[in-house]
Each structure stands twice: as structure tokens, then as C-alpha cells.
């Protein structure tokens, strides 16, 4: 059983986040984050915000589960994704909570990751049991995973996506991880040739959570966008941050004074902050809705988490705008790697490619509002 952490989970974060930052560019260097680093965050309770108490883990309040990978994405933007993907232990709460338990006995304080697209195969043996192999690329985190949550259709029918729990010692992590953002991430390629017992298999498309609590009955995708919020507002909190520290010293011909005092940067910095500081509170507004749903007992209607939908696409535009204009005043001396704008630049374009950010995410929230028939769990 996971020891209980007796700091609270947003301390800890504040407390991680200087050697989080100033460690970055090594991150960057080794396309992970450093394993001492890792195994800090691991003791610090912060592998297992959302992991059932059941099962050892804080069981975060959604608005706090935003507010702690706000200030890890804060420190380092690749920091913050992967400490967010590492927190996919919480799936656990999809599995029955005797198959959950056994499994976390086996591989204690277990980091959780994987991919969701269904690139794998699940063969059914008729006895119980599946063959499962394929490969899966961005897979966050791949090099310190201990338990992998892939997908897959089982027995090829599109209508059974599943994902299959899946421990590290049968993974195979392929170190292909190269690329312009959230560089330190780890998310390489990860192929997988096992058995697995049925009963380690979960469709939280179209399931509930097994185990019980308010924090269960949101959808999955409602879940995965509590998870995901607080990276975009967190780079952006950097970028603006950076932004008011430089903007007093940096000088920029023609103009005599510094380009603080420049009317189009004022301009700039004040409607990026609005912007910012607006979307941030509709997220913690949406949120509220959907946890007071929960808190009583109910889950989350649609229209409920459509509007949680749209308060996270809008963080996510909203942190895109922060950034640019950061980057864009801050001039050519932002290009160096150990200047932490162009870091949030990168971080947060790459990080905008997530399939939960894309823009069929957008159009979800439309259809919703004109009455178009849609899938729902997707929100």
C-alpha cells in the first residue's frame, strides 16, 4: 500500500518547482526528466494526485488537482506534462478495486502512463485472456513507467476500445524522441508483445469508474481535461512572468527607453493577462459546476461538461496568445536554449497538438449547443 505524503500536494509542487526549472535545459538534453528528479516527485505524493484513497493516493479535489500541475507547468513545461502523464495510476480506478489493489501491492507507488490511440491489437483466447502487441508512439514518461494503460480494440471490433494495464517489465521503450517541444518529456515509442487477464483491460470511453466517489463520477474525458488544464495555464503563467521581467531592462532601436514603456507592449501585456487571468477563472467556474454535481451525487450532465470543455479549449488559446506575444517582444537573445520564453513557446505549441486541445475538441462544444447529434464521452 502507498504511504500517505504529509506535505500537501500544492506545497510540494511549490516546493519541487525550483529544482524543476532550473534543471530544464538538462531535461531537455537527456529527452526526460532526470531520474532523481523523477523519484522526488514520486516521494512528494505527486505521481498519485488522483489515485484512489483506496489504493494509497490523495484523491485530489479537481480544482486542486489543476492548481498543482499549474505550478509544475509553471517551473518547466515538460516537467508539468510529465508529472501529469505519470498520473495516469489513476486508471486504476476503472479496474474492480480487487484487481486495482492486487495490482498496486505488485509495483507499490506505481507511476501510470500510455496512449489511448488504439494502435494495438487485442486477441481474445477464449479462456479469459488476450494477446496483446502493437506499438504506440508519444508515450510520455515511457523511460520511468511502471504501469502502462494502451489501447486497442479488442478482437478488432471498433465499437470495444479498451486500454490493457500492462506492467514496464513487458514494454519495450523505443528511444526515438526527438523533437522541437516539451523536448524532456520521454515520449518515445513503446511496443508491447504480452498476455493479459481480461479482468486487466478497462473501457472508460463508455464505463464508469469502479471505484466510488465524487471524483468517479466525472466522465473520463471530463477527468482527462482536469488533469490537462493547469499545463497550458502554467507555461502561460511563465511566459507573461517572464515577459514583466524582462520588458523593464530590454532596449530595442529605435525607440530611446525600454520597451516597457512602449504604449503597443503595454497594450500587449495587458490584454494577454485579461485573457489569461479570464480563462483561468472559467476553468476553476466550469469546475465548480461539475464537482458540486459530483459532491451530490449525480454525474455531470452534458451541458455541464461541455461548458468545462470550453473552458479549457479557451485556456488553451488563450495561454497560445500569452506566449506568442512574450516570445515576440523578447527579441532574437530568446532563441538561446537556456531562456526559459522560448521554452514555453515550444512546450506550449507542442503541447496544443494533444488530441484533447485539437480542434474536433472545439466543435464538440458547438454541435453540443446547436442540438447536433454527437458522441458524448469525448467531453
Known sequence: MMGQATTDAVTAARELAPELSARAVEAERLQTLPRDLVEKAREAGLFRLATPRALGGRELPPAELVEVVEELSRADGSAGWTITIGNGSAFLAWLDPAVAAELVAGTPDPIG???????????????????????????????????????????????????????????????????????????????????????????PFTNPARHDGPLWRFPFFTFIGTLMAGVPLGIARRALDEFTGFAPAKFR??????????????????????????????????LGTLWETACAGDVPDAAQRGQFLLSTQQAMRAALSAVNIAFGFAGAGALHADQPVQRCFRDLHAASQHIYFSAAASKRYAKLRFGIDQPTFWF
Not at 521503450?173 to 518515445?188: F, P
Not at 525600454?258 to 480563462?279: F, H, K, M, N, W
Request: charged share 20%; aromatic share 10%.
Open 253 to 286: 532601436p529605435p525607440g530611446p527607453g525600454p520597451i516597457a514603456e512602449d504604449g503597443d507592449v503595454q497594450v500587449a501585456l495587458t490584454r494577454a493577462e485579461g485573457e489569461l487571468r479570464s480563462a483561468r477563472a472559467f476553468v476553476f467556474d466550469a
Open 113 to 203: 502512463g500510455g496512449v489511448f490511440a488504439p494502435m494495438g491489437r487485442l486477441t481474445p483466447d477464449g479462456a479469459g485472456k488476450f494477446a496483446f502487441a502493437g506499438r504506440w508512439g508519444f508515450c510520455s514518461g515511457s523511460p520511468h513507467t511502471d504501469l502502462f494503460f494502451n489501447g486497442a480494440f479488442a478482437g478488432g471490433d471498433p465499437r470495444d476500445w479498451r486500454l490493457a494495464a500492462v506492467p514496464a517489465t513487458q514494454v519495450r521503450v523505443v528511444e526515438n524522441w526527438d523533437v522541437s517541444g516539451l523536448r524532456g518529456t520521454g515520449s518515445h515509442d513503446v511496443e508491447i508483445d504480452a498476455v493479459v487477464r481480461e479482468e486487466h483491460t478497462i473501457s
